[in-house]
């Protein structure tokens, strides 16, 4: 047998893949290129093991050049270091970070890189300490406020969506979570007495069982998407012909289930892409919170019944991030390779959420210092930051009159990227806030045409402009831009600013459908 054509077993395969790569490659990442056919398994179940050159021809693929094709195509001045490609999504995503899906977020870490107090090859210097006042003028979900507070600073955002602002206080609200949990319980035995009622759960317990038997029949793991990978089958023609297979059956448990796939109307957000049986649900839930005493309680609650909700959209797999159309019944899955449903009950994803938001909160309940974060809504523009602070807590408000704000770090949006509001227009619908779509800067539905980028350079400079007055002397402003249309420099030096440097880092791990090459570009910017 060639060297080539060694044997491995999944033990063997990660220490060998270690060294190859130059970095921690465990079993699991192993099993998951098996599993979602990347490699091929020789054995049974109980001795798997691989061919190394499958495993090297994968590797050599993608992973082994990804930085140097990258380079080529993004520059050589690329800052690697700051992709923080070694760090693993749990990590990226820690403790309360992911308290509640948003487009456009970046990485705790790459705020975190900025703030502290280390120095190295890139960063010469220590630009905030312990005590310091920062500002996020465009908070989205809070980031820049959570690691403010592991690292001993204050920090103020501020954002148009009130949704936004939402998000970004209850990731730093102090919580009595002994009555969070107390409330959670008594509204998830509340809603599981709901259902006792209704023939939904068994509808679901029936559907999810005769699609088990099916996908393992016509879509094996992980022979299907093996093949699938390879061309030895057609997935669009072979998943269409599955999914219209399954249909009659699953029309015949709706008939004896007697479930209602559809709403009366759906003349909104809540009646367009939520089933019946899921609308009245979070109809229910949403009632059970209005009967909180406790505020605070109130609203991280509030915020899971909304991270629910998002995942219980009448939608595929593939298009939750990016609704296309309604679906109400069985199809066949491209992303799980295998016929899936929607979804006809909020519970299993209300249970996994809870347990999950508690443990998150616990976690960063040990990191978090005795410093203020608050998130006010508002436009940047406009805002009299010192006049709301005085609203909310007028002793931080005398405190930041006093010693001013130090510096900005702040990812504003993209040009004609995102649609901020309507990315959560689930929420808006369920909690009644007041939408500013047309004071969003940059929004997706007015373009990237020369007039929205006019009107992005003299929204940018506004808010740096109204910020200004806030800052003290010598302050910092960090910027994070994908400025491919090289218009932060006009915005610089129309704010009265200066670029005293710029810090160029790969985005890798992106939640989107383009994987290509992608960089963004922190600009640092001083009085001039």
């Not at 220490?15 to 921690?24: I, M, N, V």
């Not at 109980?46 to 094709?69: D, H, I, M, P």
């Not at 808010?463 to 218009?487: E, G, P, Q, R, S």
Request: aromatic content about 14%; proline content about 3%; glycine content about 4%.
């Amino acid at each position: 047998m060639n060297k080539t054509d060694q044997i491995l077993t999944i033990k063997e395969a990660s220490e060998w893949a270690t060294e190859y790569l130059g970095k921690t490659v465990t079993t699991s990442n192993i099993s998951y290129l098996i599993q979602y056919g990347r490699i091929k398994k020789i054995g049974s179940n109980g001795s798997s093991q691989v061919f190394k050159q499958e495993l090297l021809n994968y590797y050599k693929s993608y992973n082994g050049t990804r930085e140097f094709l990258w380079r080529e195509q993004l520059g050589s001045d690329i800052n690697w270091a700051l992709s923080f490609d070694q760090y693993k999504e749990a990590e990226t995503t820690k403790h309360v970070h992911r308290l509640h899906p948003y487009k456009g977020k970046f990485i705790p870490q790459l705020v975190e890189y900025f703030l502290d107090s280390h120095t190295d090859n890139f960063k010469k210097k220590v630009y905030f300490r312990e005590g310091d006042i920062i500002l996020d003028p465009f908070s989205g979900s809070g980031t820049t406020m959570v690691q403010a507070c592991e690292l001993g600073m204050h920090s103020i955002g501020i954002d148009i969506s009130a949704f936004n602002t939402l998000i970004g206080n209850c990731k730093v609200i102090k919580y009595y979570l002994a009555d969070v949990q107390a409330e959670i319980s008594r509204i998830t035995k509340d809603l599981r007495d709901f259902l006792s009622d209704s023939h939904t759960l068994e509808f679901e317990e029936k559907l999810l069982q005769t699609l088990y038997e099916f996908n393992n029949k016509y879509f094996p793991v992980p022979e299907y998407k093996y093949k699938v990978n390879r061309n030895q089958i057609n997935e669009e023609k072979y998943g269409a012909e599955k999914e219209k297979e399954f249909l009659p059956i699953f029309n015949k448990l709706v008939k004896a289930y007697n479930i209602k796939v559809k709403q009366d109307k759906d003349e909104t957000f809540l009646e367009k892409w939520y089933s019946h049986h899921i609308r009245d649900e979070i109809k229910f839930v949403f009632n059970e919170i209005k009967k909180i005493k406790n505020g605070d309680t109130k609203r991280i609650i509030s915020l899971i019944l909304s991270r629910t909700i998002r995942s219980c959209r009448a939608t595929t797999h593939a298009d939750l991030a990016t609704l296309v159309e309604p679906i109400t019944a069985t199809y066949y899955c491209a992303k799980h390779g295998k016929v899936c449903k929607p979804l006809f009950s909020i519970l299993r994803w209300w249970e996994t959420y809870t347990k999950d938001t508690v443990n998150r909160l616990f976690q960063f309940d040990r990191l978090r210092t005795q410093t203020y974060q608050i998130c006010l809504t508002g436009d940047s523009r406009t805002i009299d930051i010192f006049r709301e602070l005085e609203k909310k807590n007028p002793a931080f408000a005398d405190s930041v009159r006093k010693k001013k704000i130090k510096g900005i770090f702040s990812s504003p949006p993209y040009v004609g990227l995102i649609d901020y509001h309507e990315q959560h227009a689930y929420a808006y619908d369920l909690f009644g806030f007041e939408r500013n779509d047309d004071l969003e800067i940059g929004p997706l539905y007015k373009g990237q045409g020369k007039e929205a980028k006019q009107s992005y350079i003299q929204g940018i400079t506004e808010v740096l402009l109204n910020c200004k007055k806030y800052l003290a002397d010598n302050y910092d402003i960090f910027l994070v831009a994908n400025d491919k249309y090289n218009m932060y420099p006009i915005i610089a030096e129309n704010s009265g600013m200066q670029i005293v440097n710029q810090f160029k880092r790969p985005v890798l791990n992106r939640t989107e459908k383009d994987k290509g090459a992608y960089s963004e570009i922190i600009f640092h910017l001083k009085a001039r």
